[in-house]
């Protein structure tokens, strides 16, 4: 019943994430065409904001998931499903990111590609 429970939070932290994923791209993007200031620290700072909800999923798990702490030290197959099932959970989110934001934030100078 746990693995079951653990999948359907996952599908629905993969909602959650997507949306998360676009008003990060659209935030981005405003703070991109607004000013110098306000692109790098304002970008700066919904970086942080946007990796805690990245990662708040792992840390939430706990309060819908009866069982999960003892399950995911005692389990090792329990622990690699969870850790697949948050990746796939962000999976669409990134890909949408990627397809619809990266390249015009590349143009306003975000995650520019390294020169060595």
């Known amino acids: 019943m746990m693995w079951i429970v653990t999948a359907m939070y996952f599908v ?3 909602g959650l994430l997507l949306v998360g994923f676009v008003v990060y791209g659209k935030t981005l993007f405003f703070l991109g065409r607004s000013g110098a200031f306000a692109k790098y620290v304002g ?8 990796a805690c909800v990245l990662v708040a999923p792992l840390f939430i798990a706990p309060v ?3 069982g999960w ?11 690699v499903y969870f850790m697949v099932l948050f990746v796939l959970a962000a999976l669409p989110g990134g890909l949408y990111f990627k397809k619809n934001f ?11 590609k390294r020169q060595y």
């Open 12 to 14: 629905v932290v993969s």
């Open 43 to 50: 970008g700066g700072i919904v970086y942080v904001l946007f």
């Open 64 to 66: 819908f998931i009866n």
């Open 69 to 79: 702490r003892e399950a995911f030290n005692s389990n090792v197959v329990y622990a």
């Open 102 to 112: 990266l390249s015009r934030l590349r143009r306003l100078g975000y995650f520019k």
